[in-house]
């Protein structure tokens, strides 16, 4: 038996505890790494349907300023106009067409969390 003085070897109960909490907080750390990623990811779509919102809005505006124009006798306001609301009405297409493949190409939340997971939990 051992003496209170002298150190007990580790159990290999703890020792699966201690290994079982360090696997829990690696992935801990993963997932919040994959939340901040979240995150930023979701700022850039937000940022961008912004974007589409604002521009696809002053096309609208020029193009009903297009229509006021439409009736003043300079040939052109009419060109300046038209041209300005070709613009805006392109970069609010090309703002919503980028914000749709961003939205396609999203990953499944998590993904790297759970496929980690599943290799933890797979034999062998």
Request: charged fraction near 10%; hydrophobic fraction near 55%; glycine fraction near 6%.
């Amino acid at each position: 038996m051992a003496t209170p003085d002298q150190p007990q070897p580790p159990s290999p109960l703890k020792a699966l505890g201690r290994a079982a909490l360090d696997m829990v907080r690696t992935r801990a750390e993963l997932l919040s790494v994959e939340a901040a990623q979240m995150q930023a990811q979701l700022v850039h779509l937000l940022v961008l349907a912004g974007l589409a919102v604002v521009t696809i809005g002053l096309g609208l505006q020029l193009a009903a300023l297009l229509a006021v124009a439409w009736m003043w006798d300079t040939p052109y306001r009419l060109a300046a106009v038209l041209s300005a609301t070709g613009v805006f009405a392109a970069a609010g297409i090309a703002c919503t067409m980028a914000l749709v493949l961003c939205l396609r190409s999203a990953s499944t939340p998590f993904s790297s969390s759970l496929n980690a997971l599943r290799e933890d939990l797979a034999p062998g």
